[in-house]
């Protein structure tokens, strides 16, 4: 009977690596063995030690652009000659082995998808060094040589952790949160926003209608970011953000004189984390009604903001990310996050960013007081 010899490293490597066109594999016969081998001829083989199997994965709150950025990581990859595998759900992924080759068809058609193809999770293990152990175990089994994390402040901590474990990781911008320190703006960002600015628009021609008083309450646990962006572009009354504590009777007053001042419709914003978001102030609007003279109604966009179909600032800026993070790690090089800095896309060490929040400007706070006026 004709048998396959048991392949080589190198020969399963040339038999796995379909993209990239660097191996020159030939099948032989050992006639004394009376089997099959694949052979790889010894001058293509130092062209193989260019060869790489790089992954990619997603983590924390998705973000409209996430797969524009896979696709740029996994496209910018195959250019470079490379194997590109993508990890499902994260770093609980990452720990499970759960990852799988992917070609540039698999990609195809997912720019314009809101969400992330690879899936995201929260995952607590990858924070304890018997996790991160795990998911370091997994790459080797897979033979993975390099990493891109896409994702926000908590996955680049992650990402530098494992990076300070000896692994080649290098991180892309991407939160809706916009609290990522080491990128001016993040992927997601304008897309939330557009979302944010789309409701606040929309109820203001209702409250303008009926002379009423309407709070729309955005994401941000912890930064106002989004919140205070979309009061100033929306032209909202007043703002309440994680950042400021704010006085519900502040608020009220502020409402009852902008209809004193003349203007049909009063719009509060609120971050989901500030101490008075939508629950709270309802609660005390409805409370004290009578002595207020006037109803608040609520509405909040919750995760309706994270699941729109990317614009094209979020395209652009995810592609841009995408790519320059896969070249630089085909320059030898990683331990940083890209982000764009004063309009460039620039990479800022994995340390300078892990456990940093970047601050919100408080001068922008200033800017809405003047011109809810
Ligand atoms: P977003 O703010 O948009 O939700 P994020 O990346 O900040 O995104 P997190 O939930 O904070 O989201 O973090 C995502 C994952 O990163 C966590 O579930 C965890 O697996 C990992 N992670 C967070 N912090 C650390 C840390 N200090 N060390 C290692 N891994 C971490």
Known sequence: MVCGKPPTARSERADRSPHTGCLASTLGYDAKENCFFVAVSPDVGAREDLMKRIAVLTSGGDAPGMNAAIRAVVRTGIHHGWEMYGVRQGYEGLINGNMTPMTARDVSGILQQGGTVLGSARCPDFTTEDGRLK??????????????????????????????????????????????????????????????????????????????????????????????????????????????????????????????????????????????????????????????????????????????????????????LGAAATDTLARGEHGVLMGLLRGEISATPLEEVAGKTKELDMGLWELAEILAK
Not at 224 to 240: F, N
Not at 298 to 308: E, K, P, S, Y
């Open 135 to 320: 998911a370091l175990r997994a790459l080797n089994q897979n033979d993975i040589e390099g990493l891109v994390v896409i994702g926000g402040n908590g996955s680049q901590s992650g990402a530098h952790a494992l990076s300070e474990m000896g692994f080649p990781v290098v991180g892309v911008a991407s939160t809706i949160d916009n609290d990522l320190y080491g990128s001016e703006i993040t992927i997601g960002v304008d897309t939330a926003l557009n979302i944010a600015l789309e409701a606040i628009d929309r109820l203001k021609v209702t409250a303008s209608s009926h002379q009423r008083a309407f709070l729309v309450e955005v994401m941000g646990r912890n930064c106002g970011y989004l919140a205070l962006m979309s009061g100033i572009a929306g032209g909202a009354e007043a703002v309440s953000i994680p950042e400021v504590e704010t006085n519900p009777e502040a608020l009220a007053q502020e409402l009852r004189s902008s209809y004193q001042r003349g203007k049909s419709h009063a719009i509060i914003v609120v971050a989901e984390g500030a101490k008075y978001n939508a629950d709270e102030l309802l609660h005390y609007f409805d409370k004290h009604r009578d002595r207020l003279g006037f109803q608040l109604r609520a509405t909040t966009l919750g995760h309706v903001q994270r699941g729109g179909a990317p614009g094209a600032f979020d395209r652009l800026l995810a592609t841009r």
